[in-house]
């Protein structure tokens, strides 16, 4: 599988931002797909997840509320759309996918084998 992010920029606080992921290779609909990001002399952390149905979605505490993963499978696109950004949102942005994934998992990078090549967001106060 291979992933084409984008969507990032250079936004102000308050603005909103939707990143798209393009899958190519294999259809996504099969696959759990994330959403990282990583900020400068930060670990990677997880953003969103959403299984294959698109049926369950999970946030990290911080994006809860602001931030909403979909995925169209007829596309072979997942999208996190982003409000009401804050200048801690700041990061490259990447996704990631991959099969058979626990729940316990879909929140760290190591379980995901398939990555983007990441797009940068960027939040002036």
């Known amino acids: 599988v291979q992933l084409q992010a984008s969507g990032g920029g250079l936004v102000q606080a308050g603005d909103s931002l939707r990143l798209s992921c393009v899958a190519s290779g294999r259809t996504l609909n099969i696959y759990t797909t994330g959403w990282f990001r990583q900020a400068p002399g930060k670990e990677r952390e997880s953003v969103a997840a959403?299984?294959?149905?698109?049926?369950?979605?999970y946030y990290a505490d911080s994006c809860k509320g602001r931030f909403t993963i979909s995925r169209d499978n007829a596309k072979n696109t997942v999208y996190l759309q982003m409000n009401n950004l804050k200048p801690e949102d700041t990061a490259v942005y990447y996704c990631?996918?991959?099969?058979?994934?626990?729940?316990?998992?879909?929140?760290?990078?190591?379980?995901?084998?398939?990555w983007g090549q990441g797009t940068q967001v960027t939040v002036s106060s």
């Open positions: 959403i299984r294959r149905s698109g049926g369950n979605t």
């Open positions: 990631a996918t991959d099969l058979g994934l626990l729940t316990s998992t879909l929140r760290i990078a190591a379980a995901y084998n398939y």
